[in-house]
Nanobody, 122 residues
Framework: QVHLVESGGGLVQAGGSLRLSCAASGGTFSNYAAGWFRQAPGKEREFVTRISGSGGSTYYADSVKGRFTISRDNAKNTAYLQMNSLKPEDTAVYYC???????????????WGQGTQVTVSS
């Protein structure tokens, strides 16, 4: 069983930056693709970005491309999401997830963190 804990969320002004972390325990971290998703109030959970188990491949939603960067440190069992040029529409609870399939679909991910709130003020 893999346990995930996100951290790094908070309140930031538009144009600012935040770095989210996702620390994993249990299992072999590098065996899993990692994804970041977000969910705003009243909306469905949406894909943000994903990274392969080795870290060699990444993919981004169009809405965050060029502003967000996903990375991972398999020695530290941690995935990261660097968010720059934040916009009010980025406000959401951000979740990290691990899965054996490299997917943009939440249902393809097996393990989920509890989420961390990101609020971007205008």
């Amino acid at each position: 069983q893999v346990h995930l804990v996100e951290s790094g969320g908070g309140l930031v002004q538009a144009g600012g930056s935040l770095r989210l972390s996702c620390a994993a325990s249990g299992g072999t971290f590098s065996n899993y693709a990692a994804g970041w998703f977000r969910q705003a109030p009243g909306k469905e959970r949406e894909f943000v970005t994903r990274i392969s188990g080795s870290g060699g491949s990444t993919y981004y939603a169009d809405s965050v491309k060029g502003r967000f960067t996903i990375s991972r440190d398999n020695a530290k069992n941690t995935a990261y999401l660097q968010m720059n040029s934040l916009k009010p529409e980025d406000t959401a609870v951000y979740y990290c997830a691990l899965g054996v399939r490299w997917s943009i679909t939440p249902g393809q991910y097996t393990y989920w963190g509890q989420g961390t709130q990101v609020t971007v003020s205008s």
